[in-house]
């Protein structure tokens, strides 16, 4: 007899469960229910829907029912929702359209996804706010805003979701405001790169408050009415929530399937759950994280296409096993128009400390091709690792062009344990107009190869900060007469890199010398060569530009003129 497959859910792992199981499987009768009325559909892209630079629905319509039939002979069930396993006689009971359903399987897949998460706010579940969920979601909110009209949205939450909102309804011509009640938008990512896009987020007129907590919300004559913790009230057209999301297990804790201290339903690697019959992919499961080598939480498209593709395979009789995942991704604003990204891969320093690594980070800024070739643009990038083994733990990228693929390199890398030295050494394409010699993410692992093998004294910004006492301390700066124009440290001194070997006489040798210049690379040639002098000499990483943005997030006044 042919083996019956069932799956439990669409878009990304369910529809490539069900895809994978037929190419591991001719005969096998596969058979998908989908609670809503599409299959497949590109969630990532629903902000974008909205925001009108994806401009119909076929286009996120990943498959259709009838399309993926005939491809992959599964029989799907749309707006079909399943209420009950019996694992004991292996029968799932569904609902659809009141209909009662009763489906037999050999081996069952689980991709139910996750449900988004509503902040306890006193009226908030009595307003129509608005999700971006589902197709539906969508489209309400692009008909909301047809027929309306919105001067102004709020949108609660400054994750990837809650900017990729903000750059929607900036299309829209919709004056906009965040509310994140962190200190920091993008949690997930360091402050310095999050600032970064911050930044570009409010120069474009969108408003963004931190650590604002809501207490109450409610409706008033078609307005939405927002009743902050200190008393502020604000007023919006339009209101979206998105403040993430946990895994959907309820299905699964009914069925008396195991669930792991995350909330997450319990998986092996190859996706089989405490069930040997039963196998789950997608938000609701928990990953191993390939670096921490623990459980995490990871509720992204990548990695549940391919959960999904090993459930697939292992239910219809394969043998596939899911490694892990390392956590890349990317959000960016003004997309449509080549705007501004941060992307990220890894770990956080603060997060390796947590983690027991011996971790260190580096600033470099490089541009993301030959400053020769026109429109060459600057790429921002943080990179974590090991200072005992050098193993890459975490990178973190913001710039206007090929962040994507900077991180894309490096979260290879990490995947294949590559150390920093390793990095410099790794070859990549290069011709004017795509990129340089020496790379970006050569470049990092340059710097992090001298710094672990003590080849100069090398001090971040926030740690220069933290010595930084005035004019007492030896600074000097080593940027053209030019760069100087717009401002130096107090109590700096000027001498161009160039100039130094000349002026050695002019440097205390009994005190520390801090050096900087605009990015990092000149106060690392200039530290070189004090340090060969015998002078005890430290290079401030990523220079001015990163102590600008350091100064500026820690609200530190060190900047003279």
Known sequence: ?????????????????????????EFAEITLLEKGPYISFANCGLPYYVGGDIKTRDEILLQKPETFK??????????????????EKKIVFAK????????????????????????????LKEVDYFSMRTVEDAEKAIMYIKENKPGSCIIIGGGYIGVELADAMHNCKIKTTILEVMDMILPNYPKIIASAIKDIIEENGIEIKLKTTIKKVAKVNKKFVLTLIDGNVLES???????GVKPNILLAKEAGLKIDNLGAIEVDEYMRTSDEDIYAAGDAVSKLNL????????????????????????????????????????????????????????????????????????????HH???????????????????????????????????????????????????????????????????????????????????RKGLHNYITPEEFIKHYNGTNQQV?????????????????????????????????????????CGMGYRGYIAAKILKSYGYNVYNIAGGYKALQKVCQINQTDIMGS
């Not at 002979?73 to 019996?86: G, M, Q, S």
């Not at 057209?237 to 403040?243: E, G, P």
């Not at 000027?494 to 801090?514: P, Q, S, T």
């Open 1 to 25: 007899m042919n083996k019956k497959i069932l799956i439990i859910g669409g878009v990304a792992a369910g529809a490539t469960a069900a895809a994978k199981a037929r190419r591991t499987d």
């Open 70 to 87: 005939n491809r992959y002979n599964v029989e799907v069930y749309v707006n079909t929702e399943a209420y009950k396993i019996d694992r």
């Open 96 to 123: 659809r359209n009141g209909e009662n359903l009763e489906f037999i399987y050999d081996k069952l897949i689980l991709a139910p996804g996750g449900i988004s998460t509503v902040p306890p706010i006193e009226g």
């Open 237 to 243: 057209d339009i209101l979206f929530v998105s403040t």
């Open 291 to 366: 670096i921490t080598k623990k459980k995490v939480l990871l509720p992204l498209a990548g990695p549940a296409n391919r959960e999904g593709r090993v459930a697939g395979c292992n239910a219809a009789g394969g043998n596939m096993q899911f490694p892990g995942v390392i956590g890349t991704s990317i959000v960016g604003f003004d997309v449509l128009f080549g705007g501004f990204a941060v992307g990220g891969v890894g770990l956080t320093y603060e997060q390796a400390l947590k983690e027991g690594f011996k971790a260190k980070y580096t600033y470099t800024i490089d």
């Open 369 to 451: 091709h030959v400053t020769y070739y026109p429109n060459a643009e600057e790429i921002f990038m943080q990179l974590v690792f090991d200072d005992e083994s050098g193993k890459i733990l975490g990178a973190f990228a913001a710039g206007y062009e090929d962040v994507a693929r900077k991180i894309d390199v490096i979260s290879t890398a990490i995947f294949k344990n590559t150390t920093v030295e390793e990095l410099g050494f790794i070859d990549y394409c290069y011709a004017p107009a795509y990129g340089s010699a020496k790379d970006n993410v050569n470049i990092a692992g340059y710097v992090a190869e001298n710094v």
């Open 476 to 516: 000097i700066d080593v940027r053209s007469k030019e760069e100087i124009a717009s401002g130096m440290i107090k109590g700096a001194k000027h001498i161009y890199v160039d100039e130094i070997r000349n002026r050695l006489n002019e440097i205390d040798r009994n005190k520390d010398v801090y050096i900087y």
